[in-house]
């Protein structure tokens, strides 16, 4: 079992930044492959970034070049940097923890936080 928490959501206006995090507690951090996923209102949930098995950052077209996943083993938790925010960048954004290697397919994830709102105003 890994159980995780978001937070950082908020409020912003378009072009400014936001930091997520990751808390995870339960089963080794270290060894689980982790994610990020959003879903705005009416529209499926979407991979937004996650680690490849030997540590590189995999970004949807979308956010690349504006939003930075990290972790931080020691302190079990994640985190996604976002700048530049635009209004379609308005979801819930959820991390998520999967055995196995890294995947963009949510229904690869077993595990998920409880997600934590980001609203960019135009």
């Known amino acids: 079992q890994v159980q995780l928490v978001e937070s950082g959501g908020g409020l912003v206006q378009a072009g400014d930044s936001l930091r997520l995090s990751c808390a995870a507690s339960?089963?080794?951090?270290?060894?689980?492959?982790l994610g990020w996923f959003r879903q705005a209102p009416g529209k499926e949930r979407e991979f937004v970034a996650t680690?490849?098995?030997?540590?590189?950052?995999v970004y949807a077209d979308s956010v690349k070049g504006r939003f930075t996943i990290s972790r931080d083993n020691a302190k079990t938790t994640m985190y996604l940097q976002m700048n530049t925010l635009k209004s379609e960048d308005t979801a819930v954004y959820y991390c998520a923890a999967r055995t196995g290697s890294f995947s963009r397919r949510s229904y690869d994830y077993a595990y998920w936080g409880q997600g934590t709102q980001v609203t960019v105003s135009s």
């Open positions: 339960g089963r080794t951090f270290s060894s689980s492959a």
């Open positions: 680690f490849t098995l030997g540590g590189l950052s």
